[in-house]
């Protein structure tokens, strides 16, 4: 493996790097929006290589609120991210549980719609994203999250697609914020 870059800069660049030549895409796409682009961005040949989950770990990690008790997400996309960073903060002593967010709810058992240890009820939660267009699959897990009497109030995506999702999050209440935009991504890809 090639060791981490000795700059945060440059550790970021390998991470747009990696982004750009491992999880985008140009050609003709539907995506799970319905919506069709040109432009596919599928973050889970970063996010599940090693090199890719410490460098998102750390960059994501960074935009986790403060006073978070944990980060949680919507499965699949989501349940590295939330594993990563969890690790990643008990590294650095910080206290952050993960939860995953089931698209429905358990079949069997107690029904769940979340995985891991709840926080108390009114405890602030940061949502984790890999990719957001719209926002919809975001304000899923948003909505199970606040069912369970927890706070959210920032959601953390790795792309942003720039198709409305800040408008979406903001008219919820919601803070959006991206480690990368779409345009940066494509322009880098460019480049290989």
């Known amino acids: 493996m090639t060791p981490l870059p000795k700059t945060k800069e440059a550790c970021k660049d ?6 750009a030549r491992d999880a985008y895409r140009f050609g003709d796409f539907s995506l799970s929006s319905g919506r069709t682009s040109k432009h596919y961005v599928n973050c889970k040949p970063v996010s599940l290589s090693g090199l890719g989950l410490l ?6 990690l960074e ?8 980060v949680a997400g919507l499965t699949l996309g989501a349940d590295p991210l939330v594993s990563g960073v ?8 910080r206290s952050l549980d993960a939860l995953i967010v089931r698209k ?17 009820k009114g405890s602030l939660v940061t949502v984790l994203e890999d990719v957001v267009t719209t926002g919809r699959s975001s304000l899923q897990a948003v909505n199970q999250l606040r069912n369970a009497g927890l706070e959210v109030r920032r959601i953390v995506t790795i792309v942003d697609r720039q198709e409305g999702a800040d408008l ?25």
């Open 104 to 120: 429905e709810a358990k079949g069997h058992g107690t029904g769940d719609w979340l995985e891991g240890p709840l926080p108390s």
């Open 14 to 19: 390998k991470l747009l790097n990696m982004l």
């Open 168 to 192: 979406t999050m903001k008219e919820e209440g919601l803070e959006l914020v991206s480690l990368f935009l779409l345009k940066d991504v494509a322009l880098k890809a460019k480049s290989f």
């Open 55 to 60: 460098l998102l770990s750390d960059f994501l």
């Open 63 to 70: 935009k986790v609120e403060k006073t978070a008790l944990a």
């Open 86 to 93: 969890v690790m990643r903060a008990a590294q650095m002593n």
